[in-house]
């Protein structure tokens, strides 16, 4: 027979689940439970339930703004670059050397590190834009005139964005004594 009744024991489960009982207490309500299946079940329902709202609090809520974060960004980025090349067909193109660093410093912003890797991106969002433009316009006839027209172009542009990650790195080390406070 167990040592406490079963009011006892559900009067002391909610204690052993935020862990505030004393080690008696957890110990007579496991004996308990050992051979009482009632009390078991709703032993092991208040747990599922905890772990659930665990789960839907932090995680789910935290990936959701980050899924959401990522996609904004991305949508600036290739819509920030699309502009950016487009500017380059006319004198407005110096607009450019704003443009690509603040891309650099959004892309510092959500996804730190990996900032780097989206400069590839830049790369390649400009350099097809400008090949195709200059291709259909007819004052690019061939791929060592694509070459040659789009590659200096982009290499400006990332350039560019490079300054954006450096100047948010630089003002992040000034903030924040330079420890890595993001992920
Ligand atoms: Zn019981």
Redesign the pocket.
């Known amino acids: 027979m167990?040592k406490i009744?079963?009011d006892t024991?559900?009067d002391l489960i909610p204690l052993v689940k935020d862990g505030v009982s004393s080690q008696d207490s957890r110990k007579l309500v496991e004996d308990?439970?050992e051979t009482?299946p009632?009390?078991k079940e709703v032993y092991l329902e208040s747990k599922q339930i905890e772990l659930e709202d665990l789960e839907i609090d932090y995680d789910g809520a935290l990936n959701k703004i980050k899924r959401k974060l990522y996609a904004l960004a991305g949508f600036i980025l290739i819509i920030g670059s699309l502009v950016g090349v487009s500017l380059n067909d006319s004198e407005n193109m110096f607009y450019n050397i704003l443009i690509m660093p603040l891309l650099g410093g959004v892309a510092y912003l959500v996804f730190a590190k990996k900032a780097f890797i989206m400069s590839i991106f830049i790369f390649i969002i400009t350099f097809i834009r400008q090949a195709t433009y200059g291709y259909l316009e007819g004052f690019l006839t061939n791929s060592t005139e694509i070459l040659q027209e789009a590659t200096p172009i982009s290499i400006v542009f990332v350039m560019f964005f490079f300054v954006g990650i450096v100047i948010l790195k630089l003002l992040n080390i000034a903030i924040y004594g330079g420890k890595e406070n993001r992920k």
Do not use: A, D, P, V
């Open positions: 167990s009744s079963c024991c559900l308990h439970i009482c009632e009390c």
